[in-house]
């Protein structure tokens, strides 16, 4: 299956999930737009709940859109008062390529009591990463922003990142490992950033 569109950065925005998985589509934005969009992304979930639910074999593409591949913003104001969780979020087997931005952001940014709990259980597996910041900013294969516990980013394939392969601001009891970096002198690129 494939989801295409040129109207907007965004090709499907999500609410809240719970145990639903999407297998074999191929998420393909058209839409030609430099102008960084940080907030949205191809597919992208923001302030709700995200419960053991993901992507298996699926593509994400936006090769003129200065967007992410894959968005899920969960607490967004570092002093807000949401209440949502990320609780088993997945990627596995899937692609993430020429995209203007980012490839994939998990982001929890609220300093609340429950910070590292509030975004869990995150699974970013065997997926392959090409030809990420198109667009000339950001152009990472995934970054986990902010606040969160238990994340595999384990046995993936980055290849030509404009900037960073794996970012990691403050996530705890993780692992990244296995993982294959490519093509990234010709970008000035960099393999891991440890915040």
């Known amino acids: 299956s494939v989801i295409t569109g040129a109207f907007g950065f965004a090709l499907l925005m999500l609410g809240a999930l719970n145990k639903v998985k999407f297998y074999g589509i191929e998420f393909r934005c058209n839409y030609?737009?430099?102008?960084?969009?940080?907030?949205?992304g191809v597919v992208?979930?923001?302030?709700?709940?995200w419960i053991d639910s993901g992507f298996e074999r699926c593509k994400f593409t936006a090769p003129s859109a200065n967007t992410q591949g894959l968005a899920v913003f969960n607490r967004t104001v570092a002093g807000g008062t949401d209440t949502c969780v990320i609780d088993g979020l997945y990627?596995?087997?899937?692609?993430l390529v020429s995209i203007g931005g980012i490839g994939c952001t998990i982001y929890n940014r609220q300093e609340s009591a429950d910070k590292y709990t509030a975004a869990k259980r995150v699974r970013f597996l065997r997926n392959k990463c090409k030809d990420l910041g198109l667009s000339g900013t950001n152009g990472f294969a995934i970054s986990l922003d902010g606040f969160g516990s238990d994340f595999e980013l384990d046995h993936n394939d980055v290849s030509n990142p404009l900037y960073i392969g794996i970012?990691?601001?403050g996530w705890i009891d993780g692992s990244i490992s296995h993982n294959t970096f490519r093509d990234l002198s010709t970008r000035d690129s960099r393999v891991i950033s440890l915040a």
């Open 44 to 49: 992208m979930s923001g302030n709700t709940d």
């Open 91 to 95: 990627v596995v087997d899937s692609e």
């Open 167 to 169: 970012e990691n601001t």
């Open 32 to 40: 030609v737009n430099a102008t960084l969009s940080s907030n949205t």
